[in-house]
């Protein structure tokens, strides 16, 4: 578990934020305590809180930050799997903004010193009006904590006499040092927001793509569901209808029946009758019903058709891009990235390859022919028995140029003119 041990003669603290304000502090020591599992924060259950160890100097100038995740669970206890070392990290930032003293040393999830933990951690947003490094330094500054400010010493005057210098050559080459200084700084933390902004675009992106996915599926779910009902009802209407058919082919054997009976069957004519009676009932009941199937084949059809080609809701991912307020975006070597139009969207998930060689004017097998010579440009001679040659190749990056046989084969297995 990831230590929060304050360092000596200094000070550390850790923040929780909630959107652009710093929701709770606490000193370091008091975090050990809560990932020691000593003490939980009920408020918290079941939460992933965005959190920044702040390193602070002895006179409360931000040293480093690390902006970390943190999950507690339904007791309001830390998860007892979180291992950060944060305390580490924060000794190995990269260079920062300057916070009031110098460049401060930053750990985020665009810059983190040990890839294997980036994925704890969390990007800070640098936009004017909700920047996150001014919130924090905010925060130092009011002292919430109670730390005790060290007193700067003051220094004696002592005159300095310096040979063969002047003061306005002093007072340009300090300028210069401070303009230097200066613009490195600004270059840093424009790097740095570029970083964030690039990965808080991939994150906003991939959040697209899933919740994509998801309603994709559940319209095609939605569709099979009444595909099998309209099957079922189709099924249940031509059983009925022969059904149908066999009673009145039984009623007109019957109707002959009776009309070749002669006067010898007079005795039976009431029960004759009393049967066609009974009969017509049931025909005219299967008539009914053969009818109401009818109608319920008819509504499925429409609902069906209209479930097919209905407008996509307000406010979800599909109204968007239907509204082109949002866009989704493809990347496919050879073509580099697409914006699928919102009426090719399920063509390019039913087949993304074949999509993509149709956009570079090939078949499908002849793309992922050249795709796989992108992907691993070596010899693929390989004689009978025997094994892949693998001798690497130039590789080709258009597909439109790719000649099999010829450019995935070294000199020593070109084919012969």
């Not at 305590?33 to 809180?49: H, I, K, M």
């Not at 964030?196 to 998801?214: A, G, I, K, N, P």
Request: aromatic fraction near 6%.
């Amino acid at each position: 578990m990831g230590s929060a041990v304050q360092a000596a003669g200094d000070y550390s603290a850790v923040f929780f934020l909630e959107g652009n304000q710093v929701a709770r502090e606490m000193r370091a020591s008091e975090f050990g305590a809560f990932l020691d599992g000593y003490v939980g924060l009920s408020d918290l259950a079941e939460t992933e809180v965005k959190a920044v160890l702040v390193d602070l100097s002895s006179d409360l100038l931000v040293r480093a930050l690390v902006f970390f995740r943190i999950w507690f669970d339904e007791e309001g206890r830390a998860d007892s799997s979180w291992n950060v070392p944060i305390e580490e990290l924060a000794t190995r930032g990269a260079k920062g903004p300057n916070m009031g003293g110098s460049a401060i040393r930053l750990v985020c999830r665009s810059q983190c010193p040990d890839p294997q933990h980036a994925s704890e951690l969390w990007d800070p947003d640098m936009t004017p009006g909700n920047n996150h490094f001014q919130v924090i330094r905010k925060a130092v500054n009011a002292n919430t904590l109670k730390f005790r400010r060290a007193q700067p010493e003051e220094e004696e005057n002592i005159p300095v006499l310096r040979a063969g210098e002047s003061d306005a050559a002093l007072a340009d080459e300090n300028r210069t040092g401070a303009d230097r200084a200066r613009v490195a700084q600004l270059i840093r933390e424009q790097r740095l927001r570029i970083k964030t902004l690039q990965s808080v675009h991939r994150d906003m992106l991939s959040e697209v793509q899933r919740e994509h996915r998801l309603e994709i599926k559940t319209l095609r779910n939605e569709t099979a569901d009444f595909e099998q009902k309209y099957e079922r009802q189709r099924l249940s209407n031509e059983q009925l209808k022969y059904r149908l058919s066999e009673r009145n082919q039984q009623y007109l054997t019957l109707q002959e029946h009776v009309g070749s009976g002669g006067a010898g069957k007079g005795r039976d004519e009431a029960n004759v009758n009393a049967e066609l009676v009974l009969l017509r009932e049931q025909l005219d009941r299967k008539q009914r019903e053969l009818e109401h199937r009818d109608e319920k084949v008819v509504a499925f059809e429409q609902e069906l058709h209209e479930l097919k080609h209905r407008e996509p809701l307000d406010n979800t991912v599909m109204g968007h891009l239907k509204a082109q307020s949002a866009f989704l975006v493809a990347y496919h070597p050879g073509i580099g990235h697409l914006t699928l139009p919102y009426n090719e969207i399920e063509t390019y998930f039913n087949n993304p390859a074949a999509y993509a060689a149709a956009r570079c004017g090939m078949n499908e097998p002849s793309y992922r022919q050249w795709l796989e010579h992108y992907e691993s440009p070596v010899c693929q001679h390989c004689p009978e028995g025997g094994s892949l040659c693998g001798e690497p190749l130039l590789r080709v990056s258009q597909p439109g140029e790719f000649k099999p046989g010829l450019d995935d084969r070294c000199e020593s297995h070109q084919p012969s003119t």
